[in-house]
C-alpha cells in the first residue's frame, strides 16, 4: 500500500510540475497537498515533517505572490507609471478568468490602458506592455524553479520507500 501513495504523490508531483506552468492547474498548490497527503496517509515516521511542510506553504504562497506582482514588476523595470502597474496588476486579476490567454495578455492590455489614462503615447504603452508580458515569463519560470525546490526539499525529507 505504500508503494501506492508513493506512485500518487510522483503523479500529483508530475502535475504540479505541468501546472506551474499551464495556469489552469494551481502548480504548487497540487505539489503542496500531494506531501500532505502523503504525510496523512502514510504516518510521521515514514513521511515528510510538519517543518518541511510549513516550508512547503510558505514557497506555495510565495508563487502566489509571485503571479500577481511579476507582470508589475516587469512594467516598472520598462517604465511604467504607476496608473500602467496598477493596470497591470487589475489585467492580471481580471485575466485569471479567461485562462491561459487571460493570463498573459490581461496584464499587458491592463499596462497599455494604465499608461494610456496616465497619457502616455502609444510606443511608452507598449513598452509598459512589453515588460508586462516579459514579467509574467519570469513569474512563470521562478513558479516552476520554486515548484522544483518543493519537490527537493520533499524527497531530501522523507525517508526512501525501500
Do not use: C, Q
Not at 502535475?15 to 505539489?31: D, E, K, N, R, S
Not at 496608473?83 to 497599455?112: N, Q, R, S, T
Not at 525529507?157 to 525501500?162: A, I, S
Amino acid at each position: 500500500m505504500e508503494l501506492f501513495w508513493w506512485l500518487i504523490t510522483i503523479v500529483l508531483f508530475a502535475v504540479g510540475l505541468i501546472g506551474t506552468v499551464a495556469p489552469f492547474l494551481p502548480g504548487t498548490a497540487i505539489i503542496l497537498a500531494a506531501a500532505i497527503m502523503h504525510r496523512i496517509m502514510l504516518g510521521p515516521e515514514k513521511s515528510i515533517g510538519w517543518r518541511a511542510i510549513s516550508i512547503l506553504v510558505l514557497l506555495t504562497l510565495a508563487t502566489y505572490a509571485l503571479d500577481f506582482l511579476s507582470g508589475y514588476f516587469g512594467a516598472k523595470y520598462f517604465g511604467a507609471t504607476k496608473w500602467g502597474m496598477l493596470g497591470a496588476i487589475l489585467g492580471a486579476l481580471i485575466g485569471i478568468f479567461f485562462g491561459i490567454i487571460g493570463l498573459f495578455v490581461g496584464p499587458v492590455i491592463g499596462a497599455i490602458l494604465g499608461e494610456f489614462i496616465a497619457g502616455k503615447r502609444m510606443i511608452a504603452a507598449g513598452r509598459a506592455g512589453w515588460g508586462s508580458l516579459l514579467g509574467n515569463l519570469g513569474g512563470m519560470i521562478g513558479k516552476l524553479m520554486i515548484a522544483l525546490v518543493m519537490i527537493t526539499i520533499f524527497f531530501m525529507t522523507v525517508p526512501p520507500p525501500f
